[in-house]
């Protein structure tokens, strides 16, 4: 695909052609915000599975990849749905079952490493997490670490400050670079040629769009290049860091998108409680994922009702007066 030319596909092909089995992935968003939603359930559609998958802090898009059996490994800050799921449930199951390989790092070092896979650097460093168990307690073995070409050899390391005791730290610690296979974000605006406008916090999917090899960036507006050029300074992300672009609103439902729409606390509850039993969940995947075709019909299923509930005010970017216990 040229890099100028047009990136429009349908969000159905954009994840066949770009997600392969065992694909290092990352996603974007964070805990209720801008899950690309839409895209990760393409991808549980279509199966791809044995995934190793980067997150920062995300919440029920990461929970249903992993409840869909296609996260073989995971690197990860932070997993949870706010009030409705302090920590995501299928992710704990896994975890503690041993289904998964998983490894942990602070919120901060997992900023750091695509800030360093998004600068082209193998590492940055910083005295964050010096002391912590963080450090000593390794979720892949050397042995495993030395087979796969895509993960360093090691998952930390400490070295002495090479300028002394300068800034007031003799030790500093190294956190590697991410470089993932692929990168699934969600934002309000975007051009056929890739460009994008992130409204409100844009968390850390800058960095790591700008660190993976592809990104597949679904969107609420697919708006002409001169729209976004009437105010550039708005504009985040350029077009040579995009693979494709898919138009799909209310791409990040039931996650809110900010100026749009809010969180729906109705549909994170229910799936708090699908999530906690295995037949319910298979249930409920069966239901809302793979008996559609699209992120459409998945709204129909939900309801426009349920949309209309969580649209966003105007002047606040969130929805006003509604029940979020």
Known sequence: MEPNGN???????????????????????FTLNRNPMAAIHEVIRQ??????????????????????????????????????????????????????????YSNFMMTLRFL???????????ISGLGTDIVEKWGFSPEFRRSESKIPDQKLVVMGNPFGDWAGASKVLLV????????????????????????GLTFVDLEQAKASREVIVTCEELVDTAELRKT???????????????????????????????????????YDRAAKNDNL???????????????SEF?????????RVVQADPRTGYAVNMKRD
């Open 281 to 295: 969940y298979r249930q409920y995947q069966q239901q809302y994922i793979h008996s559609v075709f699209s992120h």
């Open 47 to 104: 199966g791809i599975g044995d995934l190793h998958l980067y997150v920062h802090s995300n919440g029920v898009g990461l929970d249903e990849l992993i409840g869909a059996g296609l996260i073989s490994r995971l690197e990860i800050a932070y997993g949870g749905v706010g009030k409705a799921t302090p920590t995501c449930i299928r992710f704990k199951k896994a975890v503690q079952n041993n289904e998964i390989q998983f490894e942990d």
């Open 299 to 307: 709204l129909d299923l939900v309801g426009r009702d349920r949309l």
């Open 7 to 29: 990136k429009v596909l349908e969000l159905s092909e954009a994840v066949r052609s770009l997600v392969n089995p065992g694909a290092h992935m990352s996603l974007g968003g």
């Open 176 to 199: 590697p670079a991410v470089n993932p296979d692929v990168t699934l974000i969600h934002v309000q605006q975007a051009d056929s040629v890739g460009n994008c406008r992130i409204e």
């Open 116 to 126: 360093a896979g998004s600068l082209g650097v193998p590492f940055l460093p910083t």
């Open 232 to 270: 550039p300074e708005r504009n985040q992300l350029a077009m040579f860091h995009v693979s494709a672009v898919c138009h799909v609103p209310h791409g990040a439902y039931p996650t809110a998108c900010y100026r749009h729409y809010d969180y729906d606390p109705k549909y994170l509850q229910d």
